[in-house]
Each structure stands twice: as structure tokens, then as C-alpha cells.
């Protein structure tokens, strides 16, 4: 699990620039536009628009940008027509990454994919390669100091959390998919703050990195997450602290 807690709290740091901001919202729109064209446009009937749909006001998204993304993936504005591809390969060191892809051009998307792994010391694999090693979990963060270790293993346990662990600084509450909307609703409810939420792939062992090779995955992994077709990455990889600080 460390290795993903690791480069979720990073990207969170990083998410405070502009520039960030502009990339994330780029990816949110994707995602919302096309869980309406797959689900429909009623956010209470579609689990996976909803998701989008907080994930956009947690980064505080203008309404007015989620509606148009919601009528652009419904058909009630034009839109382009985005295809979903999940990617698989090895970074340096052997550690698996996984991504998901949402793009209107499948072999420039490959082709920059391909590009990234190759500028890091590592390879784009074929499908299946690395899948089998993550789990699709509902993935909760809370800093340690926000709350008492005991209120919120009560709170996610009796929601359904599968379980509640600490990881550094963190404690980091795992859930099952469908149960992840119902823990995150009542860990809300009593008042305590996340930093992350989301259902995600979650490693089931981490391959450790130092030196040359953590600081190569670490460019990696910026790399996947700055293209435009790439929407989310993940990896079993360790990265000590202070390298990712550094």
C-alpha cells in the first residue's frame, strides 16, 4: 500500500499550482463526459458520474464546467468521442505500472505512453503483464494528527471498511468497490477531513527503489500523469520520503 499512499500525497502537494490545477480539470471533464455517455446524465442513477463529480469539487471545479461536460457526454452539446484503454508495463527496478487511458487518438496515445517509459528505463508491456498484481479497492486517506485512531476504525468499520492501517504520517481505510461511497459518506458525516478518496488499483506487494532508479521512476510517473490521454497511473513502487520530498 505504501508505495501507492506515497505518490497519491504527492500528487496532492503538487495539485495546489495552476498548472496542475488546469491538467486535473483537463482529466476530470474526460472522465465526466464519458461516465454520462456511459451511465447517462443523472448523477444519482450513475455511480461512476457521481465519482466524477466530487472528484471535480474537491479540486473546485465551476459548476457551469461539470454541467457542459455532462451534456457533452449525454449528446445534448457536441463533444468528442473519447475511448477508454487501460495500459500496463515495468518501470525501472521492475515495478509494475498500470494506467488508465481516455483519448480520441488510440495510437498517438500509445505512441506517447511508449515515449515515457522508454525516456525512464522502462518498458510499455503487453495487456496483462502487471493487472494481476493490483486489487480495485475504495482507498481513504486521513492524516494521523486529524483524528483518534480509534473514532475512525469505528466509524469505517461499521460502514462496511474492509480494513483500517497506518502508513507513515497516514492512516489509509480500505474498502471493497460498492462499499466505498457508504464508508467515505459516514467517515464525512463525523467530521473527519480526507485527504484522498477515491476507488482506485491498490498493489498487492511493493517493489522498493533507490537511488538512480527511484529518482527515474519518480520522472515516470510525472511523465504518465502530465499526458493529456493518460488519466490515472498507478504502481506498486517504494520511494523513500525523502526522496519524493527532495
Not at 502537494?13 to 463526459?33: H, N, P, V
Not at 473519447?82 to 481516455?102: D, K, Q, R
Not at 471493497?176 to 459518506?185: I, L, Q, W
Not at 484522498?196 to 529518482?215: H, I, R
Request: aromatic share 4%.
Amino acid at each position: 500500500m505504501a508505495g501507492h499512499s506515497k505518490w497519491a500525497n504527492i500528487k496532492h502537494r503538487k495539485g495546489a499550482a495552476d498548472a496542475r490545477r488546469g491538467k486535473i480539470f483537463t482529466k476530470l471533464i474526460k472522465e465526466i463526459t464519458v461516465a454520462a455517455r456511459m451511465g447517462g446524465g443523472d448523477i444519482n442513477a450513475n455511480p461512476r458520474l457521481r465519482a466524477a463529480v466530487n472528484a471535480a469539487k474537491v479540486e473546485n471545479m465551476p459548476k457551469d464546467n461539470m454541467e457542459r461536460a455532462i451534456a457533452k457526454g449525454t449528446g445534448d452539446l457536441e463533444g468528442v468521442n473519447y475511448e477508454e484503454n487501460t495500459y500496463e508495463g515495468y518501470g525501472p527496478g521492475g515495478a509494475a505500472v498500470l494506467l488508465e487511458s481516455l483519448s480520441d487518438n488510440k495510437n498517438r496515445a500509445v505512441s506517447e505512453i511508449r515515449h515515457c517509459f522508454s525516456k525512464c528505463g522502462g518498458n510499455l508491456g503487453a495487456g496483462g503483464c502487471v493487472a494481476w498484481m493490483f486489487d480495485k479497492k475504495g482507498y481513504v486517506v486521513v492524516e494521523r494528527s486529524a483524528v483518534d485512531e480509534e473514532t475512525l476504525m469505528e466509524t469505517a468499520l461499521e460502514a462496511g471498511a474492509e480494513d483500517v492501517r497506518e502508513d507513515g504520517s497516514n492512516f489509509e481505510v480500505i474498502t471493497a468497490p460498492e462499499d466505498f461511497e457508504a464508508v467515505k459518506e459516514a467517515i464525512d458525516g463525523a467530521g473527519i477531513p480526507c485527504i484522498d478518496a477515491e476507488v482506485t488499483m491498490l498493489p498487492q506487494n511493493t517493489t522498493s527503489l533507490e537511488g538512480k532508479q527511484a529518482e527515474q521512476m519518480i520522472r515516470l510517473m510525472d511523465m504518465l500523469d502530465n499526458c493529456d490521454d493518460v488519466q490515472k497511473v498507478y504502481t506498486n513502487a517504494d520511494i523513500p520520503d525523502d526522496m519524493i520530498d527532495a
